[in-house]
């Protein structure tokens, strides 16, 4: 089999530079926490705690008073660095400039629309990091919404703000967008602003094309990664014979009967040196020798 890597998926600028930094505080010796899992891949995590990395929650700041800290590329609310400067943690932000901008967007967005009597909605994954992060910008609630199903939250007779978590769907968030202005009624009162990182969703284009190529795609992806499904279900459309895994561990050989190409790709949150770990694994296989199956 022909088994090629796509030179544009893995690490995004944002995770890149987090890890970079994780990896410097570690070389200076000592220990290092990261808020949450630093990328959204189980594999990834577990080489950097073998390096020295450890893993904690809010609850467990208290402890932590004198330790580095480390804030990943999914950023976190203003109280996350209150708390620690109040505890004498010292803090390494690593958040995303694309992020970190966007957080400015959303506390000026509620501003503007507080003037006017307006909600601020933001498209994104409830409970996800970044999400917690940007709503978390200011005192009043922002409408959080996934899909089409959760416009009911939204109050039609007042004015709109609407944004994006930054690894979100560009279809979907203009399909949500035209929905809304649709509802409202006067489309002067949606102002809708795109948000996405465009490093990541310049990808979809290019991973459809990528999978169309192939007899059979791998896309390797950490579970807890939102951008990871988004990519994957581009992936599945342009070629049904798509499959997701974690680690070479869950190849199938299965997959891979008569296949003469096989295409390996991953999401933001996906290490080039995994890719390169699934690849070879798929390289021996051999679908057409019994004896492996």
């Known amino acids: 089999m022909r088994v090629e890597i796509d030179d544009k998926s893995g690490f995004c600028f944002g995770v890149v530079r987090a890890i970079g930094e994780a990896e410097r505080l570690l070389a200076a010796g000592g220990e290092v926490y990261s808020l949450g899992d630093i990328v959204h891949n189980r594999v990834e995590v577990q080489r950097l705690e073998r390096l020295g990395l450890h893993t904690v929650s809010h609850d467990d700041l208290p402890r932590l008073r004198g330790c580095r800290l480390l804030v990943r590329a999914h950023g976190e609310p203003p109280s996350t660095f209150a708390r620690a400067r109040e505890l004498g943690i010292d803090v390494a932000d690593a958040t995303c400039p694309v992020v970190a901008k966007l957080q400015q967007r959303v506390a000026a967005a509620h501003e503007r629309m ?139 050989p299965g997959w891979f009967e008569v296949a003469e190409s096989v295409g390996i790709c991953g999401a933001t949150s996906t290490p080039g040196w995994l890719m390169r770990e699934v690849a070879d694994a798929v390289t021996a296989l051999d679908p057409t020798d019994n004896s492996k199956h």
């Open 114 to 252: 507080r003037r006017v009597g307006g909600q601020v909605v933001l498209l994104g994954k409830r409970g996800h990091a970044e999400v917690v992060g940007l709503t978390g910008q200011v005192a009043e609630p922002t409408i959080v919404i996934e899909g089409e199903g959760d416009l009911e939250a939204i109050d039609f007779t007042r004015p709109i703000f609407f944004l994006s978590q930054t690894t979100q769907s560009v279809a979907l968030f203009e399909r949500l967008r035209d929905e809304m202005s649709r509802r409202l009624p006067s489309p002067d009162m949606l102002t809708a602003r795109d948000t996405i990182c465009r490093q990541v969703s310049s990808r979809e284009s290019a991973l459809q094309q990528f999978a169309s190529r192939y007899d059979v795609v791998i896309f390797v992806c950490g579970r807890k990664s939102s951008n990871g499904r988004v990519l994957f279900d581009v992936c599945r459309r342009a070629n049904p014979r798509s499959w997701m895994v974690e680690e070479a561990s869950e190849l199938q």
